[in-house]
């Protein structure tokens, strides 16, 4: 109530289309006209912008039909990438893998070529994986 009592100081600094939007811990968003991804470290109340309009958030999908090429598989502790494994060749491959734990999180960077395979030193609970042409995958 104080800071609405204050009126265009408050709206000003938090417009009502923003607080709908606000960016949450661990969220990816991506710019659909340069490619820029980023993902978010602390909460905060404003639209992430590039190239001059809203980024995206990316919600991660958890089905890939028959092939199950992207959907991260955890087995005694590694990741990897589809129940058939993803293909990594130039045009297409898994950027990255995210490993998650309730305390902590990491991801391995990919190139063309490698396997889509990571193995953190802490026990996994969640995995993340990012191809260049098929977006965002997470475990179920
Ligand atoms: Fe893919």
């Not at 992207?70 to 045009?91: A, D, L, S």
């Not at 996994?124 to 260049?132: D, F, G, I, P, R």
Request: proline share 6%.
């Amino acid at each position: 109530m104080f800071l609405l009592g204050r009126g265009k100081s408050f709206k000003k600094f938090f417009p009502l289309s923003s607080l709908n939007k606000m960016t949450q811990k661990k969220e990816i968003y991506k710019c659909f006209v340069c490619g820029n991804i980023v993902e978010v470290l602390h909460n905060g109340a404003g639209e992430l912008v590039c190239c001059g309009q809203p980024m995206r958030l990316m919600s991660p999908e958890t089905q890939d039909g028959d092939q199950e090429k992207h959907v991260p598989v955890i087995q005694e502790n590694e990741i990897i990438v589809g129940e058939k494994k993803h293909p990594m060749e130039k045009e297409h491959y898994i950027e990255w893998i995210e490993a998650e734990s309730d305390q902590e999180s990491s991801k391995k960077f990919l190139e063309p070529g490698e396997e889509p395979v990571y193995k953190p030193n802490f026990q996994v609970k969640k995995a993340q994986a990012y191809c260049n042409i098929h977006g965002l995958w997470a475990t179920r």
